[in-house]
C-alpha cells in the first residue's frame, strides 16, 4: 500500500485523515488520547478494525498524560478512560474489543514502575495493529481460492487498507486475487450517506490498478438481473453468535438481493470483529449519525430545512442471507451454503 491508515510515529500517532480523501492526502499526528477519540468520531479514522486500533494507542496515550501517578491510581484512571473512547463508536465491536485488551494488560502488570507500566499498554496497542496486519493477509489468502479468473465482484462502503491496519478484509481477498493473476472486475456502491465507496473504495482499488467501477447503491439490483454480478464481498462492524451481522448501512438491501438473484453473497472479517457475547442481531447496537450527513452536502443544504431525518449508520444482515464468512481462521459456512458455493470446508469458529 502506498499509504498507512494508522501508524505510531516517535511517540505520536499518525492517521490518515479520510474525511478529506479522495481530494486530499493529510495526516494528522496526535499524542492526546481525546483527539483520538475526536477523530474516531469525526470518520477521520473509521473501519472496524482501523478504530480498534486507534482506541488500543488512545488508551496508551492516556496513561502517558499523568505526569507523576502511582501504578494503581493509574489502573484506576485507565479504566474510566476506556469506558470513554469505547463509546466514541458503539457499533464495531474491534473498538471494545482492542481497548479491553490494552487496559486487561495494563491490569495485569504487578510492578510498581510506571514507565514500565506505560510501556505495556504501549507494546499490546503494538501487538494490535500487528495483529491485525497478519489478519488481513489471511483474510486475503483464504478468500482469493473463492475468486476465479474473470469474475466480476460487488463491494459496499470500505472495507479495504484504509478501514484496517493491514491491507484490509473485503479488499484483502481482491487484492490477493489480483497478485495471483486473476482478471477482476469491482463494482463499487458509492455508499450514502458519506461515500465511502465513491471516496475511499474506488481511491485505494485504482492505486492497485484493478479493474474498478463506481455504481449509486440503488443501482444494484438492475446489476444483479443483469449477471454483471458474480458474487458479492462486504466488510464487517461485528458479527454475533448466530451469525447475523452488522455492516455499514445498504449491506442488508445488498444481501436480500443478492439472495433474490442467486449471487453468493459473502462477509470477510477478522477474529476480533467476532462478539459471542451478544446472541442475535437483534441485540447490535446501532450507531445514528447526524441528520447533516443526509440534508448537507459540501455546504450547500440539498433537503428543506428543519426535514426530519433518521440516519442509522450500520445495519444487520441476517445469517440466513450469507454464503459464507470469510475469516483469518477459514471459511465458515452461512445460512445460504447450500454446499456448492462454498469450496473448502468450515476450518474457523466463533470465537
Ligand atoms: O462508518 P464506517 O465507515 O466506519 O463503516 C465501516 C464499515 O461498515 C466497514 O464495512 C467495516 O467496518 C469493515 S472495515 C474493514
Redesign the pocket.
Known amino acids: 500500500m502506498k499509504f498507512k491508515t494508522i501508524e505510531p510515529i516517535k511517540g505520536k500517532i499518525r492517521i490518515l485523515d479520510q474525511r478529506q480523501l479522495p481530494l486530499k492526502i493529510v495526516y494528522k499526528d496526535y499524542d492526546d488520547f481525546r483527539d483520538i477519540i475526536e477523530s474516531i468520531k469525526r470518520?477521520e479514522i473509521?473501519?472496524?478494525?482501523?478504530?480498534g486500533i486507534a482506541g488500543a494507542f488512545a488508551l496508551a496515550l492516556a496513561a502517558r498524560a499523568e505526569v507523576k501517578i502511582d501504578p494503581e491510581r493509574l489502573k484506576c484512571l485507565l479504566t474510566d478512560v476506556a469506558m470513554e473512547i469505547k463509546s466514541a463508536?458503539p457499533t464495531?465491536v474491534n473498538l471494545s474489543w482492542a481497548v479491553d485488551r490494552a487496559l486487561k494488560a495494563a491490569c495485569l502488570y504487578e510492578g510498581d514502575n510506571l514507565e514500565e507500566l506505560r510501556i505495556v499498554i504501549w507494546d499490546e496497542a503494538i501487538n494490535i495493529l500487528r495483529e491485525d496486519e497478519q489478519m488481513c493477509h489471511a483474510i486475503g489468502q483464504k478468500g482469493a481460492k473463492l475468486i476465479k479468473n474473470g469474475d466480476t465482484i460487488l463491494t459496499?462502503?470500505?472495507?479495504?487498507a484504509l478501514?484496517?491496519g493491514g491491507i484490509?478484509?473485503?479488499l484483502a481477498i481482491i487484492y490477493t486475487a489480483h497478485n495471483q493473476g486473476k482478471r477482476i472486475r469491482v463494482y463499487a456502491d458509492e455508499t450514502r450517506p458519506i461515500l465511502?465507496g465513491a471516496r475511499l473504495t474506488c481511491w485505494e482499488l485504482m492505486q492497485a490498478g484493478i479493474d474498478t467501477v463506481l455504481i449509486c447503491d440503488n443501482m444494484v439490483g438492475f446489476l444483479m438481473k443483469q449477471k454483471k454480478i458474480d458474487l458479492v464481498i462486504?466488510?464487517?462492524?461485528r458479527i454475533v453468535k448466530n451469525g447475523d451481522f452488522a455492516?455499514?448501512i445498504g449491506?442488508y438491501g445488498v444481501a436480500v438481493l443478492a439472495e433474490k438473484h442467486k449471487v453468493p453473497f459473502y462477509t470477510a472479517?477478522p477474529s476480533s470483529s467476532f462478539d459471542n457475547h451478544i446472541a442475535s442481531g437483534e441485540d447490535i447496537p446501532i450507531e445514528e449519525r447526524s441528520p447533516n450527513e443526509i440534508t448537507i452536502w459540501n455546504e450547500i443544504q440539498i433537503a428543506p430545512a428543519g426535514v426530519k431525518v433518521y440516519n442509522p449508520?450500520?445495519d444487520i444482515t441476517p445469517a440466513e442471507l450469507v454464503t459464507a464468512y470469510i475469516t483469518d481462521k477459514g471459511i465458515i459456512p452461512g445460512g445460504r451454503c447450500g454446499g456448492e458455493t462454498v469450496p473448502t470446508p468450515p476450518s474457523g469458529e466463533f470465537n
Open positions: 470518520l473509521r473501519g472496524a478494525p482501523a478504530i463508536r464495531a459496499h462502503c470500505n472495507a479495504g478501514g484496517t484490509g478484509t473485503a465511502q462486504v466488510g464487517a462492524d455492516n455499514k449491506t472479517a449508520a450500520f
